[in-house]
């Protein structure tokens, strides 16, 4: 097989367990092109156009897929490990249980994707437009989203998505489901999530391991408004200058919690156990039945 493919036309060539390895594939028509369990590690596929290829368990690790176009293409099980994925647009793109680890998806289109049990560790995200992803039991352990658009992502799931030292500084989570996700030393400073239902964060792990899992969140100046956050576990969490306007923050955890100067005008903070929390400066705070020593 020649280490380039210039003027053939690929479109009806089965790939299934082929060896493409470092092959130059860049700007290629590959539409629906069959790559099942391809060997492609390393090989050249920037600008080129995957729409509806079947990449099913194919060995990506290392590839150039800057500016391809990935849309409703099925990656389930593949490995894009430092793959680099730049600019690319995965458009309802299928990555179930596919491993990103340090792969570079920055202002990557991730809309609609499924990410299920998807491993992104240490994966760059920034800018990326994730919005309404399905990213059920996601590993984002490191992972940067700095800017990303999460709306209405989904990010729940058991075992729980675990975003342990991620960055979503500035990152857009409007609407998105982060229930029972794993916030350890998560930064979410000037993160966006108003609406979002962060109820019962950590608290499986919590329970579970007996450790406090969320000890240093930076959620500095977040916009929490209308936020859900029944029984959070928000130990010695940053919220200083936080919207916190119309959320619940019922029965949550905010022990040793920062809130200099967070607007809690209409907060339901009934059971919330603010021992120890700075309340200094704080907005519209009704404190009936709250925990305060």
Request: some cysteine.
């Given at each position: 097989?020649?280490?380039?493919?210039?003027?053939?036309?690929?479109?009806?060539?089965?790939?299934?367990?082929?060896?493409?390895?470092?092959?130059?594939?860049?700007?290629?028509?590959?539409?629906?092109?069959?790559?099942?369990?391809?060997?492609?590690?390393?090989?050249?596929?920037?600008?080129?156009?995957?729409?509806?290829?079947?990449?099913?368990?194919?060995?990506?690790?290392?590839?150039?897929?800057?500016?391809?176009?990935?849309?409703?293409?099925?990656?389930?099980?593949?490995?894009?490990?430092?793959?680099?994925?730049?600019?690319?647009?995965?458009?309802?793109?299928?990555?179930?249980?596919?491993?990103?680890?340090?792969?570079?998806?920055?202002?990557?289109?991730?809309?609609?994707?499924?990410?299920?049990?998807?491993?992104?560790?240490?994966?760059?995200?920034?800018?990326?437009?994730l919005a309404d992803a399905d990213l059920t039991s996601a590993?984002?352990?490191?992972?940067?989203?700095?800017?990303?658009?999460?709306?209405?992502?989904?990010?729940?799931?058991?075992?729980?998505?675990?975003?342990?030292?991620?960055?979503?500084t500035g990152a857009n989570l409007t609407h998105a489901n982060?229930?029972?996700?794993?916030?350890?030393?998560?930064?979410?400073?000037?993160?966006?999530?108003?609406?979002?239902?962060?109820?019962?964060?950590?608290?499986?792990?919590?329970?579970?391991?007996?450790?406090?899992?969320?000890?240093?969140?930076?959620?500095?100046?977040?916009?929490?408004?209308?936020?859900?956050?029944?029984?959070?576990?928000?130990?010695?969490?940053?919220?200083?200058?936080?919207?916190?306007?119309?959320?619940?923050?019922?029965?949550?955890?905010?022990?040793?919690?920062?809130?200099?100067?967070?607007?809690?005008?209409?907060?339901?903070?009934?059971?919330?156990d603010l021992s120890g929390a700075s309340l200094t400066g704080?907005?519209?705070?009704?404190?009936?039945?709250?925990?305060?020593?």
């Amino acid at each position: 097989m020649p280490e380039d493919f210039e003027d053939e036309d690929l479109t009806s060539v089965n790939f299934a367990g082929k060896d493409l390895s470092g092959k130059n594939l860049a700007g290629k028509d590959l539409t629906g092109v069959d790559l099942n369990e391809a060997r492609l590690s390393g090989a050249d596929l920037s600008r080129a156009d995957l729409n509806a290829a079947n990449l099913s368990y194919a060995d990506l690790t290392g590839a150039d897929l800057t500016g391809a176009n990935l849309t409703n293409t099925n990656l389930p099980g593949a490995n894009l490990t430092e793959a680099n994925l730049t600019g690319a647009n995965l458009l309802n793109a299928d990555l179930d249980l596919a491993r990103l680890l340090n792969a570079n998806l920055t202002g990557a289109n991730l809309a609609g994707a499924s990410l299920s049990y998807t491993v992104l560790m240490g994966a760059n995200l920034a800018g990326a437009n994730l919005a309404d992803a399905d990213l059920t039991s996601a590993n984002l352990i490191e992972t940067a989203l700095i800017g990303a658009n999460l709306t209405g992502a989904n990010l729940t799931g058991f075992p729980a998505v675990c975003l342990r030292d991620a960055d979503l500084t500035g990152a857009n989570l409007t609407h998105a489901n982060l229930a029972g996700a794993t916030l350890d030393n998560t930064k979410l400073t000037g993160a966006n999530l108003t609406g979002a239902d962060l109820s019962g964060a950590n608290d499986y792990y919590y329970a579970l391991q007996e450790e406090d899992w969320s000890s240093g969140i930076d959620l500095t100046g977040a916009n929490l408004a209308e936020a859900n956050l029944f029984g959070a576990f928000l130990t010695g969490a940053n919220l200083a200058g936080a919207d916190l306007t119309d959320a619940d923050l019922t029965r949550a955890d905010l022990t040793g919690a920062d809130l200099t100067g967070a607007d809690l005008t209409g907060a339901e903070l009934k059971s919330a156990d603010l021992s120890g929390a700075s309340l200094t400066g704080v907005v519209g705070a009704d404190l009936t039945g709250a925990i305060l020593e």
